[in-house]
Every structure is written in C-alpha cells, then in structure tokens.
C-alpha cells in the first residue's frame, strides 16, 4: 500500500511541491460556499504561498484562518523559478458518484492512461461524494490544454467519468482547481484513495 494512502488534499499538494523543485509559489482562492457555482465561483479572496510556505504549514493556516462558509481552492498554474511561463498541476475533477465498484473502474482507467503515457502518475481522492485527482508532474500550457481536452474525450464503456462542465469552464477561465477543504461540516477533506502509477 502506498504511504500516500489517506493524506488529505492539502498534503498532496504539499508533496507536489516537493516533488518539483523548480515550483516557486502556489495559488490559491478563498470561495464563499454559498455563492459557488462552476460559472460564478464566488471567489473572495486570494493567497498566494511561496515554496516555504507551503512545505511548512502555510495551506493549514490559510484554511484555519477562513471564516464559516468558506472553503479553500488551489488553482493549477503555478510560479516557478527563472521561467515567465507559468506551467500547471494536473488536475481533474469527476462526475461519478462515490463507490466500491467506481473507485476500483476509475483507478484502473487512470493508471491505462498512464501506462499510455496520456496521463501523468498521480493520486486519486475521494471527495464527500465522487473523486479528484493530481498528478505528479508540471505541464506546460500547451500540454495542460490537451490533457483536459483528453479527459473529454476519454469514454471507457461509453460514458464520460469527468465532469464536463468543470472542464469546459476551466478551459475557459485558463486554470483548473480543486478545493482543499471540507465542502459541508462533518463531511471531509478530499483524501488520497490510491496512487496511480501504471
């Protein structure tokens, strides 16, 4: 079993950062929950962390610091040293509901996509009701907009396993994100389910 198994979504991120040294600073947005939608993301507020930072405590600050009704999003282009082009996280937000049979179908699609070569290795989490997931590796932007276009039309059995909507908004807006928070008291933090690595 992978030591990744179990790490919550702001440790993920945290191991990301650590994994690519050439990361500078991570973004991210405070949303107000009431006011969130996929057009509208009732954004409030932004942060924007240095690799310190982040390798500390910092995300935990920055979520201990929210008021009720807030939650935290990290957004995927990330600074990096000595570069104006700021490449991405991969990142991917499902639409199938949480379950024994589709954790087991989605983690078996994303490591056929790795071994492809189509998707970088990664986690995959579990939210209150579907999934997330990371990757490892930095993409620059011409690479990130092919992998989520990918992720569009990527249909095993014929049906769509990402929600469409969110990539299709995200395209649009440039960046993708996820948030790292509990969404509903005493739901959660998005944990890590597995590894995907082939």
């Excluded at 500078?24 to 947005?29: L, M, N, P, S, T």
């Excluded at 995300?59 to 939650?71: N, V, Y």
Aim: proline residues 4%; aromatic residues 8%; hydrophobic residues 40%.
């Amino acid at each position: 079993m992978s030591a990744l198994v179990g790490m919550p979504a702001q440790e993920v991120v945290r191991h990301i950062v650590k994994k690519n040294t050439s990361i500078q600073r991570v973004h991210f947005k405070i949303v107000a929950k009431s006011n969130w939608s996929l057009k509208n993301h009732g954004v409030i507020g932004g942060a924007s962390l240095c690799r310190n930072d982040v390798l500390t405590d910092g995300i935990g600050c920055l979520i201990s610091s929210m008021g009720e009704g807030q939650m935290l999003t990290i957004h995927s282009p990330v600074s990096v040293f000595q570069h104006r082009e700021r490449p991405h996280i991969p990142m991917l937000d499902f639409k199938i509901l949480r379950s024994e049979e589709n954790s087991k179908l989605l983690a078996a699609c994303l490591a056929e996509r790795v071994a492809a070569g189509s998707l970088p290795k990664g986690v995959l989490l579990e939210t209150e009701r579907s999934y997330h997931y990371y990757g490892f590796g930095l993409l620059t932007e011409k690479e990130w907009r092919r992998f989520m276009a990918e992720s569009l039309v990527y249909t095993p059995a014929g049906a769509h396993l990402v929600d469409c909507r969110w990539v299709g908004w995200r395209l649009l807006y440039g960046a993708a994100a996820l948030r790292l928070n509990e969404k509903n008291p005493g739901l959660g933090v998005p944990r890590v389910l597995c590894e995907i690595s082939k």
